[in-house]
C-alpha cells in the first residue's frame, strides 16, 4: 500500500516541476543589483519614412525575458546580479514607411556588468557596409561593458529556440 501512495506522490512532484517556468528569467528581489534596459529611437525625414531602432534583451543567461506583464522587467528595467552574464541581444530595424516590416536580429553578448551601474543595450546600423554592431554600455558613462558583435544585416534571423529536456523516470517492474 505504500508503494501506491510513494507513486502518487512522485506523480504530483513531477506534474509540480513541470509547471514551474524554470526557464524564464527571474531577477534578484534583493541584495546588490545591476540594471539593463532596452534603446528605441525613431529618425524621421519631411517624406514620411523613418527609421526605426530598438535594441532590447532577449535573454540572459540562457533564461528567457518575457515581455508582457509577467515580465522581470521592473519599470523598464531588468535587475541582475553584478558579474559576467551571456544575454542574447535582439535588435529590430525598420527602414522606410510605417507599413514597411520590421528586420531583426538576434545575437550573444558577453557582458560583465557591476554593482550598482545601470546598462543599455545599444546598437548602430552602418547601411554603407550592410552591418550592425551591438553592445551593451554604462549608461552613466558610455563606457562598453560587453564586446561588440558585428552582424550582416542582409541576413535578419528567427530567435534561437531553447532546449528543454525530457524528464525520464524508470520504472520498477512489480510482480502480483
Not at 17 to 39: F, N
Request: glycine share 6%; charged share 20%; aromatic share 10%.
Amino acid at each position: 500500500m505504500t508503494s501506491i501512495y510513494r507513486t502518487i506522490l512522485l506523480l504530483i512532484e513531477l506534474l509540480l516541476a513541470g509547471c514551474t517556468p524554470s526557464h524564464l528569467y527571474v531577477g534578484p528581489s534583493s541584495g546588490t543589483i545591476a540594471t539593463l534596459q532596452a534603446k528605441a529611437t525613431v529618425y524621421e525625414n519631411r517624406n514620411g519614412e523613418s527609421l526605426r531602432e530598438n535594441y532590447r534583451p532577449s535573454a540572459i543567461d540562457g533564461k528567457i525575458l518575457r515581455s508582457n506583464w509577467h515580465s522581470a522587467e521592473i519599470d523598464g528595467q531588468f535587475h541582475l546580479h553584478p558579474g559576467p552574464h551571456k544575454i542574447l541581444a535582439r535588435a529590430s530595424i525598420r527602414r522606410g514607411h510605417f507599413l514597411n516590416s520590421t528586420d531583426k536580429y538576434y545575437g550573444v553578448l558577453n557582458a560583465t556588468l557591476s554593482e550598482h551601474r545601470h546598462y543599455i543595450v545599444n546598437g548602430i546600423p552602418r547601411f554603407a557596409d550592410n552591418q550592425l554592431d551591438i553592445w551593451i554600455e554604462d549608461a552613466e558613462t558610455g563606457a562598453p561593458a560587453s564586446d561588440f558583435l558585428t552582424l550582416e544585416l542582409t541576413s535578419p534571423v528567427q530567435q534561437p529556440n531553447f532546449v528543454s529536456y525530457p524528464i525520464y523516470v524508470p520504472t520498477t517492474n512489480t510482480g502480483r
